[in-house]
Each structure stands twice: as structure tokens, then as C-alpha cells.
């Protein structure tokens, strides 16, 4: 669903200025420790690996003007990716029109030189006489890099103004939040050769061809090596739509080594996301995150929601609000030591931070981190659905324990359902006579009637009687 048409508005198109060797991002709109600011800048200094990052900024941007579940629509209407500056790094990010890839590209102090990096979150942009000039350049140019306009622009005022007008769909805001969650309950998988990464990669279809459809829905590694498998094994990742790694093979020649993250799997799991990540020359890292399914994007995913239900969920994220500094990497359990919080409350408050883009999810890490995304805050309900609908039930009395681990949970439109808690399902998550439930089985997070079971207490508390919204919630 579009939500609304944005405008980005940049001083001049970024441009790569061939005639004194220097890449000029632009930027619009964002956040600093200032403030909000219309065109702030990050850097000025230079890039040590220019034709690696080139390459990898243009991977970037590919994942943005792509729609992988239908290729017919791909560049009709491309987001500008988000920069995040901090800890003396750059990330750039960008999620797929259908929300199903998330892609970034992770500098670190090793690829830049010579500048020092601000801090805050912004658009950049990335045109396509840019793109054009990008292809071209070789690996013996030293390329400048500047992230914002000139000083004397930000200054005057002086420069010639650019506006480009895009849809913006929630799905693709909301797609943030799901995707630093889901990373953050993954493991390493994987750690393969820059050869091995090479030879596999090099067999999938590319987007678009008549091939990409097919591909192995699961792999694992052995003996150094990845193959296909037709279904799950402990340690396998889900490779669902092969062709939507396409973009790694802007950087393919250059990679030095490729990991897999994903969850724990059985015999018997469903489709997972998966991320796969290349590490390059300066400690560059182009990382992408595929949902479970090609017509499946993160932004219906459902990870958020248990941890938005939490009834100290707001006023924890308001307080971590306020200790956060952008900072590049955080760490959770000296932010609960901080915040005087349990480490399960502080990622719980994290998560409500995601929900608004201000925080992601650094895999390599391990590790949140501090961003700003450009756009409007405070957007968490308006996004989750079922989160509202919860709410709306329990403030309607309609939450009844029936018991230890079982309630009972009645609609507005007076329909009857029965909630039976994680400690007595199979799958060890809420299980409801719902239909969502029989569709889906908690693979993309709980209904409705499962989020107002747990923001009224009812399976902790015991018996309820409507009105009674669990004023003893299981803290």
C-alpha cells in the first residue's frame, strides 16, 4: 500500500567529478545530534579502495530500484538509499520495492581516509548519470569522497536545488524494523573462500532470466564448499529466489571471503530469512538479507510485535532514547547496566526503537547500532495492524483467563476465540482457534488474539473478568 509520496530535495545531483578524482554524495533530510538538519554533511576525505566501493554503492542501488517477485516493474520508482554515519564509519542501506532484500554496505575507518566522520542518518542521491559515471571508473583512480554539500552551500544557500518526488510505502519503513530484529536471532552459518563464494554465486539465475524461479531452497556447506539441498538440515540456510542475490555480482571479483547467517533449523522447519555477506578489500562488507519467500516481503513478518506488546515497552524505549549517541556499535548489556533495565526489558525497548528505524542490526557484530532514518517517528502502531487490533481488544474487556497458560478472547464483532500459551504448543509460541493461526502457525509472528492475551497478563495472572485488562502483568 503507498502511504505517500515523499520528496527528497538535494542542494545539486551527486555527481563523480572526473577532472580532481572526487565522488560527491548529496543528501537530503535526516538527523544529527543537532537535530533535524535539510542537507547535512558527513564527510570529506577520500575512499582507500575506490573501485570496490564504487562497485558495492551500485549493488547498493541496484536492491533499490529492483521488484524481485515481479522484475517487470524494477526501476519504476527507486527509494535513495539511507546513509548512517558513526563510529567513524559509513553504512548505506536500502530495502527491494517488494521489501524482500535488504541490502548494506558497511565502511569501515579502514576504507576512508583523510576525513573525519560526522554522525547521523540521511538520504543520499543516487542518480542514474551517477550510476553511469560509477561503472566506469577503474581501480587506478583515487576517488575523493564527500557526503553532503559543500560547506559554502550549507552556508549561502547557493546552490541550484534538485527535487525528486517518490512513493514511499510503509511496507518498505516497516521493513527496517522486522529486519533488525529477525538478524539480531541469527548465528554464523557459514564461513567459505573467496573462490568457493566465486563458484557458487556464479551458478545462480540472475533476476529477470528464465531460470529464476528455480534454484536450491536450502544449502549447506561442507568440506569447504556449499551445495544444495532439498530440504532443511541443522545447519543449512534457506535460499528461497537464488536470483535475488544478483547484485553481489557487482563485487564478485573483488570478494574476499563470503558468511552465511541464518537461524537454527530441522528437520522440519519452514522457510527462513537468511543473510549472506561479502567481505571485501578495507574491511568493506556488502550484506544481503533475504526474506523466507520471493513474493514475501520483511515488512509482514510479525518479529516486532511480541516485544511491542510488552506493557514497559514505551517508556523503556523513551529512556534508551536518551542514552544512545550514535553509536556504531551497542552494547546491550552496558545499555541495561545504564538504563538500570533487565537485558531482555532493554532489547525489548530496542526492538520499539527499530520500529521507528532509529536502531539496526549490525550481523558481523553482533551488535545493535544508532540510526536516525529520515522519515517520520512515532509510526510503530500505524504499521502493525494486528497490534492495534490487540489494544482495541483488551481496552474493550475482551480478554478472559480461563486458567494457567489459557484464555478466552472475544472480537468487536463478537467472534470467540481461545488463546493457549507457548508452554503448551508444540511449536513453542501462542496458539489460537483463529484463522491466522491455521494459515500461518506463528511462522510470521502471533495474532491479534495471542498480542491481547499477553498485553492483559490473562495466561499469567489466571482467570480475568471482561473490563479486567491484567493491571498484574508479567513484568
Partial sequence: MIAATTTYTYRAPSALDAAVHVLALQTCGGRTPAGAAANPRFFD???TEPEVSAAALLAVADVASARYHDPRLSGSASLDPVVTAGGGRLRFESFSGCCGVHARLDVPPDGL???????????????LPLRDALGRLTAREPLGLTVGPDELAVRTGGERIVEKKVPLPDRWIRGFAET???????????E????????????????????????AEWV???????????????????????QRLTALRRVLRHARGLRLYGPPVTARSPAQAAAWELSLPGGLRLTLTLSPETGRGFSGEGAVLDDLAGPDVEAD?????????????????????????????????????????????DL???????????????????????????RAIVAAGGVRGLGPGLAQVTTAEGRTHRVRGEAGTTRGVPACTCQWWAEHEGRRGPCSHALAVRIAGATETGPTTPGDTGTTQNR
Fill in 45 to 47: 576525505g577520500a575512499l
Fill in 220 to 242: 549447506v556447506a561442507g568440506h569447504g564448499r556449499l551445495r544444495g539441498t532439498s530440504r532443511p538440515v541443522p545447519g543449512a540456510v534457506c535460499l528461497p529466489g537464488p
Fill in 180 to 190: 533488525s530484529v529477525i538478524t539480531s536471532r541469527f548465528g554464523l552459518r557459514a
Fill in 364 to 390: 558481523a557484530a553482533d551488535a545493535f547500532f544508532h540510526r536516525e532514518l529520515p522519515f517520520v517517528p512515532g509510526r510503530a502502531e500505524h504499521h502493525n495492524p494486528r497490534l492495534r487490533a490487540a
Fill in 113 to 127: 581516509d583523510g576525513g573525519q566522520v560526522g554522525r547521523g542518518t540521511t538520504n543520499v542521491d543516487v542518480n
Fill in 317 to 361: 524505549a523513551e529512556l534508551l532514547s536518551v542514552l544512545l549517541a550514535w553509536d556504531a556499535r551497542i552494547d546491550t548489556a552496558g545499555l541495561a547496566a545504564e538504563a538500570g533495565l533487565t537485558v531482555e526489558r532493554t532489547r525489548a525497548a530496542l526492538t520499539r526503537l527499530g520500529a521507528d528505524g532509529r536502531v539496526g542490526h
Fill in 192 to 215: 567459505l573462500s573467496a573462490a568457493e563464494a566465486l563458484r557458487f554465486l556464479r551458478t545462480l539465475p540472475r533476476a529477470g532470466s528464465g531460470n529464476a524461479s528455480r534454484g
